[in-house]
């Protein structure tokens, strides 16, 4: 027996024992720890027997046996990418978790007393709207006074770690309108819309008592969106009664979306098609951030992802949850400030290897 027949006998025990530890410790997903597995048993038997090793590659019209285990070595440093990439989240993840947690804790403390005297008057008084907030001066201000103009009282504000006057702003318009409920939570660093996402998420499961709603609405602040589009959800809520989401859509009758690049609509109908086949939820907008959850379906929600999967993780639960939805027409209109901000058509990539990662990593 060669040198090379007993280093590769060596590697694939040691990878057999790599995947069954990885797996026991849940740190790969079954179909990663059985490719694996299938691969270093390949390799195993290929070891003792070079012409079984030949003949197998033959049938796949490479020469050599030692050609085919080149190729299977390329696909397995991509699940190992994957891997590594998995590991790099997880990092991410407790970052987020710790700054997240501060910036909850923060908020509630400065929010507590007012929640606790604060008297519904009004059945909008049931909603809490959220908008995440990262470098929106120049929309901002505008934004919210068309929302309380709307009258919607209560906000929660995500401030992501803004470096211009947001903060200052959101500030400002809380001591403007003493009859609303401004509660500001604020990032120590930017962790980006999914991380803020996670963080209102979390202080409304944490604190849904003290808060006294029965729906959240999230919007974005930075003017694509009409806020007068929630005339037809208010509708909605009296007619539909058992319906668990509300979800906004470009793309039903009714719905528009001005100034839409063509790339941006290739996109979005990808995505629909990828959140079709991977997660089998029907929803023709399935990133659209104009959405309405009823109290109740969010203590239902858990949200792991801290990257750009999140849109794709609540369309997964949708599904898992057999949750009630129920789409709506809305109108969006694109700027170039808006498209300027961080909606990068490179975007879609890093999308995509996150969901390859978190479906099947």
């Known amino acids: 027996m060669s040198f090379l027949q007993i280093f590769l006998i060596c590697f694939s025990i040691l990878f057999l024992i790599l995947a069954v530890d990885l797996r026991s410790r849940k740190k790969i997903q079954p179909l990663t720890c059985w490719i694996i597995i299938l691969g270093a048993t390949f390799v195993l038997i290929s070891s003792f027997n070079i012409e079984f090793l030949n003949s197998v590659s033959a049938k796949f019209g490479v020469a050599r046996g030692a050609e085919l285990i080149v190729y ?10 994957f891997h590594l990439m998995s590991n790099a989240q997880r990092q991410e993840l407790d970052l987020s978790r710790l700054i997240s947690q501060m910036a909850i804790n923060s908020a509630y403390d400065a929010i507590k007393d007012s929640l606790q005297i604060y008297k519904n008057t009004q059945n909008l008084d049931d909603f809490l709207v959220h908008m995440r907030v990262y ?7 505008e934004c919210i006074q068309a929302v309380i103009k709307f009258w919607f009282k209560k906000f929660i504000f995500i401030n992501d770690g803004s470096r211009d006057h947001s903060l200052q702003i959101l500030q400002q318009l809380q001591i403007d309108h003493p009859d609303c409920i401004f509660i500001i939570c604020s990032h120590s660093i930017n962790r980006w819309g999914w991380a803020a996402n996670k963080t209102w998420f979390t202080f409304i499961q944490q604190h849904s008592d003290d808060l006294h709603i029965k729906y959240i609405l999230t919007f974005d602040p930075d003017g694509q969106m009409d806020i007068s589009d929630m005339n037809h959800v208010l509708k909605l809520i009296e007619k539909e009664k058992n319906t668990d989401l509300f979800v906004g859509s470009r793309f039903i009758p009714g719905g528009s979306s001005e100034n839409i690049p063509a790339m941006r609509r290739i996109i979005l109908a990808i995505s629909k098609f990828v959140t079709r086949v991977l997660y089998g939820t029907k929803v023709s907008d399935p990133h659209i ?12 929600i858990h949200l792991t992802a801290d990257g750009m999967h999140y849109a794709n993780e ?12 129920i789409e709506f027409p809305v109108h969006i209109r694109y700027t170039d400030y808006s498209l300027g ?7 879609s990539i890093k999308l995509g290897l996150e969901m390859l990662r978190k479906k099947f990593f």
């Not at 951030?289 to 239902?300: A, D, F, H, I, N």
């Open 289 to 300: 951030g104009y959405r309405v959850y009823p109290l109740s379906t969010m203590q239902k």
């Open 314 to 325: 609540i369309n997964e639960q949708i599904k898992q949850l057999n949750l009630k939805m």
């Open 72 to 81: 299977c070595s390329i696909i397995f440093l991509g699940l190992m990418f």
């Open 135 to 141: 470098n929106e001066e120049q929309t901002l201000s």
């Open 341 to 347: 901000k961080w909606q990068k058509n490179s975007n």
